[in-house]
């Protein structure tokens, strides 16, 4: 006995002219972006949905749609299961990256490209097989950053990013203001990412902006 698909016809875009697609049966999705002082166009552009459909089908949709696009579907890093994929592509504006899942009955989208060129306008791009990590402090004491077997002083007043490029890992790093711990946490970069270190204290995780 053949069991029937959960698509029930073809998946079409939305939006036939928008370069991060979305099939136009999503039951939700949402578009952020990442952008700079300075810069006109977005770093990152992120797009996340749900689809009542297989996540097969999904696949299917998001490599047409993307050829299309000119994007190219690279063979590292790809996976593809029953029930998630992940697949890497090289867009006309940089990289991009898709991973599907499942959730609830339907499969989940997450679309991302990362713009090179801007990212190399504002001097975020990292060196290569590195990762790049962005950070300042807008008050007026001075802090400091522990990080990767090091201590980095961050001077307080005006907000003067600082960077530091590191290999890909998971690092532990701390925040201290007046010899006091602000802020404990862990991040997890990969080459040719550039993330903003979260100095707050709230619950939050960094961000990712290229």
């Known amino acids: 006995m053949l069991l029937a698909s959960c698509s029930q016809e073809p ?11 979305v099939p136009k049966r999503s039951s939700h999705g949402n578009l952020s972006t990442t952008k ?11 797009v996340k949905a749900q689809v009542p ?24 890093g790809a996976m593809v299961a029953a029930d998630r994929a ?12 898709l991973k599907l899942g499942r959730a609830k009955g339907e499969t989940t989208i997450e679309l991302v490209q990362r713009n090179t060129e801007a ?19 807008l008050v007026p004491d001075v802090a400091s ?38 802020r404990s946490d862990t991040i997890t970069v990969a080459a040719g990412e550039t993330w903003s270190l979260r100095f707050d204290d709230d619950d939050r995780k960094s961000d990712q902006i290229y």
């Open 119 to 137: 990212a190399a306008k504002a001097n975020f791009l990292p060196m290569p097989g590195q990762a790049r990590l962005i950070f300042g402090y």
């Open 53 to 76: 459909a297989d996540l097969s089908d999904v696949l299917a949709f998001y490599r047409a749609e993307l050829g299309k696009r000119g994007w190219q579907e690279k063979p590292e």
């Open 145 to 182: 950053l522990t990080i990767n077997d090091q201590t980095i002083e961050i001077a307080g007043g005006v907000n003067h990013p600082q960077m530091l490029d590191l290999p890909p890992g998971t690092y532990p790093y701390a925040l201290q203001v007046s010899g006091h711990r602000l």
């Open 11 to 21: 998946l079409t875009a939305a939006d036939s002219h928008a370069d991060m697609p």
């Open 86 to 97: 992940r697949l890497t592509f090289a867009s006309p504006k940089g990289p991009g990256t």
């Open 36 to 46: 700079v002082d300075g810069i006109e166009v977005p770093l990152r552009l992120e």
